[in-house]
């Protein structure tokens, strides 16, 4: 068998300076090794620093060898009748790897640091509206309730200003209905009560049983009045407010008999019919709201039609249901109300010049606001071949 071929390396190569170019080679070549076998396993070309022996058995792929205790890393691969093995010293591997560490390491730990200061200038200047935004509201007076505005507002926090500014203009809003109760209550209030306060002096300088008595008459229909209007003012104030009504089913058909029965004295009084009319005639109607609003706004609408109604007329409740939509329908035969002045009727405490039922002027704007918060229209037409009034709300489909 002939000498196999050997490739001798130029000599010994120092370490330092792994990596730089030489003339003489480099350093990595007494690490790595080569043999080429032919198919009787005889060795035709080696490296110098493979052994004469195989580095491992004759069979394609990686394997790991060991050869004088040092550990190596050899590929085995045929070519035609000749198969070919390359050996890595673990020392290669093991110094690529920390090199490969060191060199995905070295980025990181420059590049964090710098990442987090960055990091605190970009959320510095990010939330720096929010801290301008908190010194304005700790800044504030507790009746101001102007907008909040800012010179710079993020994307990400424009929704929460606006929320805050229409939090702040329904609080506004809130504000003024209560200062306009007040006002409007000492208003309306100081006439009645004046009027308690004569009859009440006239009672006490009454110098027979019979004057004292009809004094305190007259203040007992003053002061039944005036509970009607103080009522009547709350009743306004809660159908005003903006909170969003229950959404429970209530039968209009058992509210309209509930207020005919609650209006049954003056209505027998007066001599009056009250009818309630469903169509289809086994109709409930069923709406979705707030059972005491509902009961409000039809009590409000019998009262009235009871105060206008001349005696012995009628009055009529038409409950019409179609296609999941209702219509309430309070129809009297009293004076009526001119075209004109139909929709300044639903403004609190209006009162039709010359209009003799004594009312307080906020049936109807109460209806109007309840209807409102229940999504349903009002209509004011003429009654029953044109005589009387005729007043229409029609609610939704649910």
Avoid at 37 to 42: F, I, K, L, T, V
Avoid at 137 to 149: F, G, N, Y
Avoid at 183 to 192: G, I, K, M, S, V
Wanted: charged content about 20%; glycine content about 8%.
């Amino acid at each position: 068998m002939a000498s196999p071929i050997v490739i001798e390396l130029p000599g010994p190569i120092e370490a330092a300076g792994h990596d730089a170019p030489r003339t003489e080679g480099h350093y990595y070549e007494t690490k790595i090794a080569f043999q080429v076998w032919n198919a009787e396993r005889q060795l035709l070309v080696r490296s110098a620093s493979a052994p004469d022996v195989p580095f491992a058995p004759l069979a394609p792929g990686y394997s790991d060898e060991s050869y004088e205790d040092v550990p190596w890393r050899v590929f085995s691969l045929p070519s035609g009748t000749l198969w070919i093995q390359v050996a890595e010293h673990s020392d290669i591997r093991t110094e690529l790897s920390e090199k490969l560490a060191y060199a995905a390491a070295e980025p990181l730990v420059i590049g964090i640091p710098v990442l987090l200061v960055l990091l605190g200038l970009l959320i510095g200047y990010g939330l720096a509206p929010l801290g301008k935004l908190a010194q304005q509201i700790e800044a504030r007076q507790a009746d101001a309730l102007t907008p909040v505005s800012l010179p710079r507002v993020p994307a990400e926090m424009a929704p929460v200003l606006d929320a805050l500014n229409g939090l702040l203009g329904r609080l506004t809003s809130a504000l003024e209905r209560e200062r306009r109760f007040t006002a409007d209550a000492a208003h309306e209030l100081r006439t009645p009560l004046a009027g308690l306060k004569v009859h009440a002096q006239n009672a006490a300088r009454a110098t027979t049983p019979a004057e004292r008595q009809a004094s305190i008459d007259r203040m007992l229909v003053a002061l039944d009045r005036t509970i009607h209007l103080a009522e009547q003012m709350l009743a306004f104030s809660r159908a005003s407010t903006s909170a969003a009504p229950e959404h429970k089913p209530v039968s209009l058909r058992q509210l309209a008999v509930e207020a005919i029965e609650a209006l049954q004295a003056r209505i027998g009084a007066q001599g009056l019919k009250a009818t309630v009319i469903c169509t289809p005639a086994d109709s409930t109607a069923v709406v979705q709201g707030d059972r005491q609003k509902l009961a409000s706004l039809i009590g409000n609408l019998l009262d009235n039609a009871v105060r206008y109604a001349p005696d012995g007329s009628a009055i009529d409740v038409v409950l019409r249901e179609e296609h999941g939509a209702v219509t309430l329908e309070v129809a009297d035969e009293g004076p009526g109300i001119p075209e004109e002045l139909r929709a300044r009727v639903f403004e609190s405490y209006y009162r039709i010049p010359g209009s003799t039922g004594g009312g307080s002027g906020l049936g109807l704007a109460i209806v109007r606001e309840v209807a409102r918060a229940h999504g349903a229209a009002v209509e004011i037409r003429d009654g029953r071949g044109g005589k009387g009034t005729a007043v229409l709300v029609t609610f939704p489909s649910h």
